[in-house]
């Protein structure tokens, strides 16, 4: 299936398994290396990542604990800033190694403000792991420590991304196609 629609767009095939595994592989080698002897707590941030932190959690060999989380946004009453509320963290932060899980790092502004929550909250050590990222987008300068895939600045779908909350399930990923 090279197009797909979704919703009202098409979408063409753009990154498959093969490739999409690859990356996976490699983002897991390398915390498994790093982050040894480190008692990573994973918080994976939610609804994009979920099908990525899938594959990667099972590749990770080292004793971790996951835990999922959701960003909530809401535009501010007196400016169009967007503040973004961290919900459903239980566990204790305080002191520990953090990987943040991500589907994707476009202008970067949703990972910066849950990386801020972190040292809010007092982590030890706070690491960035995205499966794709838009390095044209990104607007902040905090370092990512685990990139699956660089990639321009397309829209695309699958493999956990939505566009208009569809799309998620299809196991690759699309570009959209005549985007206006
Ligand atoms: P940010 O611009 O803050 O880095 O990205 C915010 C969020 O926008 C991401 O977590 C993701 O949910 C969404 N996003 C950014 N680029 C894309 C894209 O190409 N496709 C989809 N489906 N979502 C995206």
Redesign the pocket.
């Known amino acids: 299936m090279d197009i797909i629609q979704v919703d009202d767009k098409q979408f063409s095939i753009y990154l498959k398994s093969p490739q999409i595994e690859a990356a996976v592989d490699n983002i897991a080698q390398q915390i498994n290396v790093d982050l040894k002897g480190k008692n990573p707590l994973f918080l994976v941030v939610l609804n994009?990542a979920f099908i990525f932190a899938s594959d990667l959690l099972k590749k990770i060999t080292i004793p971790c604990e996951i835990s999922f989380v959701k960003l909530s946004s809401y535009v501010g009453t007196k400016s169009t800033s967007i503040i973004r509320e961290l919900i459903g963290l239980d566990e204790v932060v305080s002191g520990r190694t953090i990987v943040i899980v991500?589907?994707?790092?476009?202008?970067?502004?949703?990972?910066g403000a849950t990386i801020d929550k972190m040292k809010k909250l007092e982590a030890k050590d706070v690491r960035i792991a995205t499966l794709l990222f838009?390095p044209n987008?990104f607007q902040l300068n905090y370092k990512i420590d685990y990139i699956g895939i660089n990639i321009p600045n397309?829209?695309?779908?699958g493999y956990g991304?939505?566009?208009n909350g569809y799309g998620r399930n299809y196991p690759e990923i699309y570009k959209i196609l005549n985007n206006e």
Do not use: R
């Open positions: 994009g991500e589907d994707i790092i476009d202008t970067g502004l949703t990972m838009k987008a397309d829209f695309i779908v991304l939505d566009y």
